[in-house]
């Protein structure tokens, strides 16, 4: 059979078996032993063993279960809701500040915590209640958690980042640089919204603010910093030749259980249980996917179907733009149905020869990807993030999260084309501080 009509019916058969409802892994490890038993023999599998554990025998991934015990150990806490409380009582005299509190507390949280679910749950649970109590719209309400909760995987220390880079072979440092000034971007764009909707709905009462006095201020402060202090030191260290990444996410786990355990009293062993049981769940599930990607990508290369797709596409005289205008619209897309690790491991190794061979730079690359996997988190079907809302605000509708979202879903466009126009935004900070790549 021809590779490119094999590639197609491997794309049919690996949506279907991933829409039968097994797990992502399992499902790219049926696809990948049923195509090369069928068209490479029997002989073929007896590498699969060793690709399988191969995949997972790099140290860098040794930093996925450390940066995920940071999210835990600070999503088990009260910190969400103190990370709100504070914003709220410093920005409460800016006009329409609290949607500006949420969007920044979903920011922090989110590169605290790297997990989008997450972040809606902690801030939501206090945010939407107080955004509907002083007369923010639902729709703002509900919309701007879902967005802000999506940034968990573009704002550093990102776990989506440290696949895309073990996937492709590259520098997860400057991969989380790059992270940084498109993300505050993103909330930049969101707060915009927010406050142009807020300002839209007519409703004097969201424009008073509560007056806090500067003891109230201040006392909550020093449950705050030192968590920030920990990002802030994770990525110095990084950055500063200090330590690895691996090395930095260990001591950052370990920092963030013990200021759970002494600033916030987590010292029960049964507390301290489930967020090491909860991690080693998800870290399982996200090295077993790397470990099944790998053996996909094999089997796409065994059957010559990446290099006749890489081939086909090289012959295509067509506009760079409109290339990657394909590409992007094929990541849109599968992220309405697939979580990003998934789509960034099954995609990445196929995309990259094409996108660089077409004159894209790998890291600004990866924050696109990642900001069309941010816009599946806030979009139907599949929509999780619509779903976490829904579940601590079962009194607003789907329909009404879904279409409060929708305008931060044109944030996160417009984003994308300025990213298109002024590539700089994602390759000027890793290029700054760690100097131009070779």
């Known amino acids: 059979m021809d590779p490119l009509t094999l590639g197609v019916l491997v794309a049919v058969v ?7 409802g097994v797990s992502v892994a399992i499902g790219l490890l049926i696809v990948s032993t049923g195509f090369l038993l069928v068209f490479d023999g029997l002989r073929s599998l007896e590498l699969l063993p060793e ?24 999503a088990s806490t009260r910190a969400g809701a103190d990370l709100y409380e504070a914003l709220e009582r410093w920005l409460t005299r800016v006009p329409g500040g609290l949607v500006i509190s949420n969007l920044g507390a979903c920011a922090l949280f989110a590169a605290m915590s790297g997990s989008s679910p997450a972040t809606c749950a902690a801030i939501g649970k206090m945010g939407i209640p107080e955004m509907r109590k002083r007369g923010y719209p639902d729709g703002v309400a509900a919309g701007s958690i879902a967005a802000g909760g999506t940034l968990g995987i573009l704002i550093p220390p990102s776990v989506t980042m440290i696949v895309y880079g073990i996937a492709t072979e590259t520098s997860i440092g400057r991969l989380f640089l790059a992270g940084v000034v498109p993300g505050v971007l993103l909330v930049t764009l969101f707060m915009i919204w927010s406050l142009y909707s807020t300002w839209a709905s ?25 968590f920030l202090a920990i990002i802030v030191g994770v990525l110095y260290a990084m950055y500063g030749g200090i330590a690895t990444p691996s090395e930095t996410a260990a001591v950052g786990a370990l920092l963030c259980l013990l200021i759970a355990v002494i600033i916030y009293k987590l010292w029960h062993p049964k507390d301290l249980w489930l967020v090491l049981r909860d991690s080693t769940k998800e870290s399982v599930m996200i090295l ?38 394909f590409v992007m619209l094929f990541l849109l897309v599968a992220g309405f149905f697939l979580p990003p690790v998934a789509v960034i491991l099954m995609a990445a190794p196929i995309l990259l020869p094409i996108i ?33 809302i829904n579940g601590i605000a079962p009194e607003i509708s789907l329909k009404t999260i879904l279409m409060g979202s929708l305008p931060f879903v044109a944030c996160m466009v417009i984003a994308i084309i300025l990213l298109c126009i002024f590539p700089g935004l994602a390759t000027w900070l890793p290029d700054t501080v760690m100097g131009k790549a070779i």
């Open 51 to 74: 690709i399988l554990f191969g995949k997972l025998d790099n140290f860098a991934l040794l930093s996925i279960p450390m940066f995920i015990i940071m999210g835990s150990s600070i």
């Open 14 to 20: 690996t949506i279907v078996v991933l829409f039968s």
């Open 288 to 325: 077993f996917i790397i470990a099944a990607a790998g053996v996909f990508s094999y089997m796409l290369s065994s059957l010559f179907i990446t290099q006749s797709i890489a081939e086909w596409i090289g012959t295509l005289e067509v506009n760079r733009w409109v290339l990657m205008s």
């Open 356 to 388: 660089t061979s077409a004159g894209f730079d790998p890291i600004w690359f990866a924050v696109v990807l990642t900001i069309n996997m941010e816009i599946g988190l806030i979009s139907p079907p599949v929509g999780l993030n619509l779903y976490v």
């Open 202 to 226: 007519g409703n004097k009462q969201v424009l008073n603010s509560t007056s806090y006095t500067w003891k109230e201020k201040f006392e909550i402060l020093p449950r705050v910093l030192p």
